[in-house]
């Protein structure tokens, strides 16, 4: 089967596609076709090294966590799935292996793909969905009533962030530019501020809770919009503890976890149709390099994916 490889820590040159054995199966664990895989920030940094310390690799590597598939095989202890089931799954980021042509996860990161949704649309699902979940409803415990700002409105976390946060009842503002602020309208944000003419600092105040998404200055200026005793959840980096307790907040850092009941749940809102799926642009598995230095640029919409 074809995979995107990486031989040792580098940079996005540095990605061969190659032929390979199609892996295996363990007890616990299934094959599955690979049909269509998400590119995430996650993926440059793991080619990069930037995330040794988290997340050492073992090379060769196959990249990518990500994906939507066709249930191949299953293991012993695995028999929940079965040969043609649709389903969405991540990958664990040390294992990798999603860009590719089949993939092996474990069972308890799999859920049944939204009815739906084309396997192409449910394969922009497991991260995303799932770090805007955990974030808000799990880590800043976001409550109907509450007033919410999403940083980065239009893209993949954000346009799934705005729907949960509307979904639950919130208050919801978003930042945004360019065309992204229609379409973040369109999910559901009550206000939408654009970045490159305003300054959101200067027009929020007594905010419940901020999801960030783009860290640096942005996540710094955040803290000033907080009510006291509001909470930062970052998706990028670590908050400052110091600027969390002078504005009397609470601030954390949300390093996503693949739950598969939450899985389940986010496949649940789709079929509901309470979901919307945003899909930016599809590369071939042979660009994976091109996909993800696209992704790199920051003005995306929604998701990338990738089709082997």
């Known amino acids: 089967m074809k995979a995107a490889r990486l031989h040792a820590y580098g940079d996005l040159a540095d990605i061969e596609i190659e032929n390979i054995e199609k892996p295996e199966p363990g007890p616990d664990e299934v094959l599955i076709r690979v049909v269509s895989v998400s590119v995430n920030p996650l993926d440059r940094k ?28 299953s293991g012993p202890l695995a028999t929940r799935w079965h040969p ?35 396997l192409e649309e449910a394969s922009a699902l497991p991260t995303v969905a799932g770090t805007a979940w955990q974030a808000l409803m799990e880590v800043a415990n976001l409550r109907s009533g509450q007033t919410v700002l999403i940083h ?38 009550d206000h939408v501020i654009n970045y490159q003419v305003e300054d959101f600092s200067d027009r929020l105040q007594d905010v419940d809770v901020v999801l960030d998404t783009v860290g640096g200055d942005t996540q710094q200026k955040s803290f000033a919009v907080l009510r006291p005793g509001g909470f930062l959840a970052s998706i990028v980096s670590p908050p ?56 790199a640029e920051g003005h995306t919409k929604g998701k990338v994916l990738l089709v082997p």
Not at 61 to 72: K, M, N, R, S, W
Not at 85 to 114: K, L
Not at 152 to 174: C, K, W, Y
């Open 240 to 295: 400052n503890k110091a600027l969390a307790k002078a504005h009397d907040v609470t601030a954390s850092y949300v390093f996503h976890e693949t739950v598969g009941t939450r899985l389940h749940l986010i496949a649940g809102l789709c079929e509901a149709g309470s979901l919307q799926v945003i899909i930016d642009r599809k590369f071939p598995l042979v660009e994976t390099g091109a996909a993800m230095a696209y992704l």
């Open 152 to 189: 980065a409105g239009a893209g993949g976390v954000g346009s799934i962030a705005v729907q949960l946060a509307r979904i639950a009842g919130a208050r919801v503002i978003a930042t945004a530019s360019s065309s992204g602020i229609d379409l973040v309208r369109q999910l559901g944000a």
């Open 46 to 73: 793991l080619v990069q090294g930037i995330l040794d310390d988290f997340f050492p690799l073992s090379f060769p590597y196959t990249l990518g966590t990500d994906f939507a598939g066709i249930v191949e095989r």
């Open 84 to 118: 043609g089931d649709q389903v969405i799954a991540r990958a664990n980021p040390v294992q990798g292996g999603a860009f590719a042509e089949y993939a092996v996860v474990p069972a308890t990161h799999i859920a049944s793909a939204p009815a739906n949704l084309t």
